[in-house]
């Protein structure tokens, strides 16, 4: 299975595996899924090679481990599709990762019209399709009953079951982006064509997870094959799941407005009891105000720590300075109060952290709690706070 990956906010980076080298500039990686793949495939198919071409124990592995290492570079093809179209573009790549269900492309941005996510889309499948119509001239070619019609065989057949299985239209597969492009063309509105696109996904694994055991229950899948396509399924259900749930972020992403959605501050003295620092924030006009610590000129250098202030009991909470349940502010990640919804996100993306101070020029107006941003974008969802 292949699937892309576009930047903030629309998506969040996917950990990257072993990296091996570029690719026409691409980096590329290589997941240590791949190692389960490597095994599986190799001893499927040197069991497959040995009964039809009557070899060796080791020379079906041998002829298993090449045709693992065929087909992986025919993933890396459908994936250059993407990339470099992609890059006709102007969109960058952040590089290619090969993994258990096949590999995805990682983009820095999403395309910028419905066109060119549909050719970006269609590349990877129109690549495979190449390959596989490759791979049956080849085969036609060679004698039957050989090594090499049996490989170039067995490589049509996975290219063109790649090309029409990624074509299929639904999130996160290929043909699901080409949906969304249609849907977005129609309705000018690209998150509805995500969200379009995702469910018709979930369609899609279903239906695979039924053909599946059908197949299966009639022997025409491969009892050992059961386990790996139904996690395809399942990570075509979850792949589709997570395309409407960002798709529904993405549509509130323009509500983010910093001076509405921070806390305000309240300010104590350094050497303030924490007992008499949370005493005066419960009587304040906000109960949910974040403390900030100010030195000797009245200046804010650090700012309550909410969990290591929950974590000292009450007892001691009079002889506790608020100072020794602070961070510096100079260690937070800052927000200029001006920051757009989109900016805010790639600022979070690239900041990963529990609290965010809002600036305006020196001056700390407020205070950003990733979960108070969690629950606007995602209302319906309960967060800790």
């Known amino acids: 299975m292949e699937q892309q990956q576009s930047g903030p906010p629309q998506r969040p980076r996917r950990r990257a595996g072993l990296t091996v080298g570029r690719v026409f500039g691409v980096p590329l990686h290589l997941d240590a899924t791949m190692l389960l793949l490597t095994v599986l495939v190799t001893v499927m198919y040197a069991e497959f090679a040995r009964r039809q071409l ?25 994936e250059l ?14 590089g ?26 269609l590349a990877g499948p129109a ?12 085969t036609w070619a060679l004698p039957a009953g050989t090594l090499a019609h049996q490989l170039a065989f067995q490589l049509a057949v996975s290219n063109v079951i790649v090309a029409v299985f990624n074509s299929l239209p639904g999130l996160p597969l290929d043909g699901g982006r080409a949906l969304r492009a249609a849907v977005w063309a129609v309705t000018r509105d690209r998150h509805t064509g995500t969200e379009v696109a995702g469910w018709v996904g979930r369609a899609v694994a279903g239906g695979t997870a039924v ?10 899948l491969a009892p050992l094959a059961l386990p790996l396509m139904l996690l395809v399924a399942l990570t075509l259900w979850r792949g589709a799941g997570q395309s409407v749930r960002l798709a529904r972020i993405s549509r509130r992403i323009p509500l983010i407005d910093l001076r509405r959605l921070a806390r305000p501050v309240l300010a104590v003295p350094t050497g303030t009891p924490l007992a008499e620092a949370q005493r005066r924030r419960a009587e304040g006009a906000r109960p949910d105000a974040a403390i900030t610590v100010t030195d000797g000129a009245g200046r804010p250098v650090a700012l309550l720590d909410p969990v290591a202030a929950d974590a000292v009991p009450p007892a001691r909470r009079p002889w506790i300075a608020v100072d020794a349940v602070s961070r510096s502010l100079a260690g937070l990640p800052a927000l200029p109060v001006g920051l757009d919804g989109e ?3 790639a600022a979070v993306q690239t900041h990963p952290g529990a609290q965010y101070v809002v600036t305006a020029g020196e001056d700390v107006v407020g205070v950003l ?17």
Do not use: W
């Not at 070899?55 to 025919?74: A, E, H, K, M, W």
């Not at 053909?211 to 025409?220: D, F, M, P, R």
């Open 96 to 121: 290619i990762t090969l993994e258990l269900l096949g590999g995805y492309t990682e983009m820095d941005r999403d395309a910028p019209s419905p066109k060119v996510d549909l050719l970006v889309s």
């Open 81 to 94: 599709g993407h990339a470099l179209t992609a890059r006709r573009y102007g969109i960058g790549v952040r």
């Open 369 to 385: 709690h990733i979960a108070d941003l969690a629950q606007l974008l995602e209302p319906k969802r309960k967060m800790n706070t």
């Open 211 to 220: 053909a599946v055991v059908v197949l299966t229950t009639y022997g025409v």
């Open 127 to 138: 690549v495979s399709a190449l390959l596989g119509a490759a791979a049956v001239a080849v």
């Open 54 to 78: 009557e070899l060796s124990q080791v020379g079906g592995y041998l002829i298993g481990f090449g045709f693992v290492v065929s087909l992986l570079g025919s993933v890396l093809l459908h």
């Open 343 to 345: 900016r805010v996100m």
